[in-house]
């Protein structure tokens, strides 16, 4: 019989605040983190939003000692990273470093230092740059840096399969706690905006207000939908063995108890084919739970206001959910928060434990114009509500669908 893996801590590092109480806190108010970019001069471009983290101090989590070698990147996921470990009132000692470990999604990680230092060395030359310059610019130096900060000596592994990197890393967290691998596992999602990443999405047009016919707001599910808003932050979850956290009487947030994953071709591949495979995912991974679909009392969605990607999450939950899919309450954290890609579904993560633990299910804010395509019942208003059971979509344009399903433990 498999084990149980369970989450004991949440830290958090976002746009909507410090540590999971200000996320929840603003999330259930209806605050909106998304704003004018600071960090990017965009003059030239129209598209502007974005959602940022601000007022982080990282030296109250990490100390003073070689933050300046840092990225911006590696202080979110450090300081996340040790707000979980102090939640979950973990003590990482040396008999349990060696059956700790982190797995962390990460869509592009520190792609920009790495652009930027590759093109210092190109333009002045080796012998001209610091070898401190390099200490933080490869994908899992952010991973490596956490690792080495708490003791850990089991594993260290960075995933990145695009925007359902985050969900990608909790999923195989909780395999390999299922299989006795690791008895306690650091796992979650980072991310943070740049210019190299903004230039991609808005090159592709999948940025909100890119292709000029559309306002810059996040409005998952509402036909006035036009593209997403970016974002960054981590979100670092403590997961255990629940016999190891029951034998130091921690507290238990809530179980992941099921994980589906599966590749539905390239962004030529049709709506259809990316319906039945969004579908198939989350059937996947609600049988790996051990739960039906009517076990579902909430749907966090991967719902990001992306006009085809809504479109495909929609028909695929009515798909698999028959009449149930226009009945149960959808929620999505990307309406106030944006899409922070493969950190995304660690987020969507966080608030449904919260959920779970608080009764309570967050509005989706900004969905006022219903499109008939896509036919849910999307949370408008927050709902007090008795949650037991969550089902959690991560779904990428480029062909990864990712589902969990969390529950009461």
């Known amino acids: 019989m498999n084990k149980k893996a369970v989450i004991t801590g949440i830290g958090i590092v976002s746009p909507l605040g410090i540590g999971h109480q200000d996320f929840w806190n603003n999330l259930v108010s209806g605050n909106s983190a998304i704003a004018p970019m600071e960090c990017l001069d965009l003059s030239r471009y129209e598209c502007k939003n974005g959602a940022e983290v601000k007022g982080l101090n990282p030296e109250e989590y990490l100390g003073r000692k070689g933050l300046r070698y840092l990225n911006k990147g590696t202080k979110f996921l450090g300081s996340s990273a040790k707000l979980a470990v102090d939640d979950a009132n973990l003590e990482i000692d040396e008999e349990l470093a060696n059956h700790t470990g982190i797995l962390i999604g990460s869509s592009l990680g520190n792609f920009s230092q790495t652009t930027d230092y590759f093109?210092?060395?190109?333009?002045?030359?080796?012998?001209?740059?610091?070898?401190?310059?390099?200490?933080?610019?490869?994908?899992?130096?952010?991973?490596?840096?956490?690792?080495?900060?708490?003791?850990m000596k089991s594993f260290a592994r960075t995933i990145s399969s695009g925007f359902t990197s985050g969900t990608d890393a909790i999923g195989n967290a909780v395999k390999l706690i299922q299989n006795g691998k690791a008895k306690v596992i650091i796992t979650g999602g980072v991310e943070q905006i740049s210019l190299d990443l903004y230039m991609i999405f808005y090159m592709r047009k999948m940025l909100a207000g890119s292709s000029n016919i559309g306002n810059e707001i996040s409005m998952p599910f509402d036909k006035r939908r036009d593209g997403f808003i970016?974002?960054?932050?981590?979100?670092?979850?403590?997961?255990?063995?629940?016999?190891h956290a029951v034998s130091r009487r921690a507290k238990i947030y809530g179980e992941v108890s099921g994980f589906g994953s599966l590749f539905s071709g390239s962004r030529k591949s049709d709506n259809e084919k990316r319906v039945k495979k969004a579908r198939n995912t989350m059937k996947l991974c609600i049988e790996d739970a051990?739960?039906?679909?009517?076990?579902?009392?909430l749907i966090n969605a991967n719902g990001n206001s992306g006009k085809q990607s809504d479109l495909i999450e929609a028909k695929a939950i009515i798909g698999l959910f028959g009449e149930k899919g226009e009945e149960i309450p959808v929620h999505t954290v990307k309406s106030t928060l944006g899409e922070s890609y493969g950190a995304s579904g660690a987020a969507q993560t966080a608030s449904a434990l919260l959920s779970i633990n608080n009764g309570l299910i967050p509005a989706t804010i900004n969905c006022e114009e219903k499109d008939p395509?896509?036919?849910?019942?999307?949370?408008?208003?927050?709902?007090?509500?008795?949650?037991?059971t969550v089902l959690i979509n991560s779904f990428d344009l480029s062909g990864n669908n990712s589902c969990l399903v969390v529950k009461k433990a």
């Open 119 to 151: 093109h210092d060395i190109i333009r002045k030359g080796p012998a001209e740059l610091s070898p401190m310059q390099s200490y933080d610019v490869a994908l899992n130096s952010s991973i490596n840096y956490v690792s080495v900060f708490f003791k």
């Open 230 to 243: 970016m974002s960054e932050g981590s979100y670092v979850f403590v997961m255990e063995e629940y016999d």
């Open 290 to 297: 051990g739960v039906s679909t009517n076990d579902i009392d």
């Open 373 to 388: 395509e896509c036919n849910l019942n999307v949370v408008k208003e927050k709902l007090e509500k008795d949650v037991n």
